[in-house]
C-alpha cells in the first residue's frame, strides 16, 4: 500500500506564503490522483486541490488564484504553493493519494496556522 510524507506548513501572517510538499512510496496505479485536503477544528475534511496522472486539476473555490497544486510523476510526488493566506486557511492539511485498487490513502497531516 502507498504511503504518504509530507513537509512544510508552519504558521505565516495573513498574506503569506507556505509550500506543502508530499512524497509517496509503495506499489502505485499508472493512474492516480494525488492531492491535498485540509480539516479545520468541528469542521469536515475538504478537498484543496488535486491532480490526476493526466495533468487535470480541481481546486476548492476559495483557494483559486491563490493556490498551485504540482506533481512530479517519476518522483510520485506532489506539492502545493499556497500564496496570499488568509486566516481561514488555517487547518490540519493532508496529504491523498487515490487509485482504483485501494481507493484513498492519507497523510499524517501538517498544520498551516495563518494569524490576522
Not at 33 to 55: D, F, H, K, L, S
Not at 62 to 71: A, C, E, L, T, Y
Not at 74 to 92: F, G, H, I, R, Y
Amino acid at each position: 500500500q502507498v504511503q504518504l510524507v509530507e513537509s512544510g506548513g508552519g504558521s505565516v501572517q495573513t498574506g503569506g506564503s507556505l509550500r506543502l510538499s508530499c512524497v509517496g512510496s509503495g506499489s502505485m496505479l499508472a493512474r492516480n490522483i494525488m492531492g491535498w485536503y485540509r480539516q479545520a477544528p468541528e469542521r469536515p475534511r475538504e478537498r484543496v486541490a488535486t491532480m490526476n496522472t493526466g495533468g487535470s486539476i480541481i481546486y476548492a473555490d476559495d483557494v483559486q488564484g491563490r493556490f498551485i497544486v504540482s506533481r512530479n510523476i517519476a518522483k510520485n510526488s506532489v506539492t502545493l504553493q499556497m500564496n496570499n493566506l488568509k486566516p481561514e486557511d488555517t487547518a490540519l492539511y493532508f496529504c491523498n493519494y487515490w487509485d482504483a485498487g485501494q481507493g484513498n490513502r492519507w497523510g499524517q497531516g501538517t498544520q498551516v496556522t495563518v494569524s490576522s
